[in-house]
T-cell receptor, first 114, second 111 residues
């Protein structure tokens, strides 16, 4: 158990809908990262937050947005969903830029868009 | 442009053998190179990591070899066991911000 929690575990929805994925980092970790992993694909970095502020952006679509709240949990919002958005979405946390850099991944949310 | 290239895509090794996975990167600003292990249905777990100021790091049966001039690094798994069968990802990062992952290597250790 990495200490990172993600909810829900599974999500099935229809095209055009909007969903919110939630992540709670490990206690004491200030950085949260979001990744997308498609079937048999590697991990694509989406976005990073550090202590509530956006720190880095990767290949995140405009239909996707995220935020980190004062209690450090983070939410990834996916809107106007398309079939191709079906994937595993992972959240990872680390102590932040001053730490070891070790990222701890949550168990993921499997999103299926029908 | 793929920032980190990983090979091979899949690897079959006999129990007790050495598994070797290679990664290459382009951006010399990368300063942190971790390896992750992922079992089906689970999130990746950090295995071992190295900074570019050392050429080798060993933790148990796992060793990272780092060649700064060639911009390459590799993971060696000694005495490979069936329990090591998983997908392995290399990654690279600048100041722990964006992390770029390789495409993954599916390792199968035959008993």
């Amino acid at each position: 158990d990495s200490g990172v929690t993600q909810t829900p575990k599974h999500l099935i929805t229809a095209t055009g809908q909007r969903v919110t994925l939630r992540c709670s980092p490990r206690s004491g970790d200030l950085s949260v990262y979001w990744y997308q992993q498609s079937l048999d694909q590697g991990l694509q970095f989406l976005i990073q937050y550090y202590n509530g502020e956006e720190r880095a952006k990767g290949n995140i679509l405009e239909r996707f947005s995220a935020q980190q709240f004062p209690d450090l949990h983070s939410e990834l919002n996916l809107s106007s969903l398309e079939l191709g958005d079906s994937a595993l979405y992972f959240c990872a946390s680390s102590v932040g830029t001053s730490g070891t850099g070790a990222q701890y991944f949550g168990p993921g949310t499997r999103l299926t868009v029908l | 442009q793929q920032q980190v290239k990983q090979s091979p895509q899949s690897l079959i090794v006999q129990k007790g053998g050495i598994s070797i996975i290679n990664c290459a990167y382009e951006n010399t600003a990368f300063d942190y190179f971790p390896w992750y292990q992922q079992f089906p249905g689970k999130g990746p777990a950090l295995l071992i990591a190295i900074r570019p100021d050392v050429s080798e790091k060993k933790e148990g049966r796992f060793t990272i070899s780092f060649n700064k001039s060639a911009k390459q690094f590799s993971l060696h798994i000694m005495d490979s066991q069936p329990g090591d069968s998983a997908t392995y990802f290399c990654a690279a990062s600048m100041a722990f911000n964006k992390f770029y992952f390789g495409s993954g290597t599916k390792l199968n250790v035959k008993p």
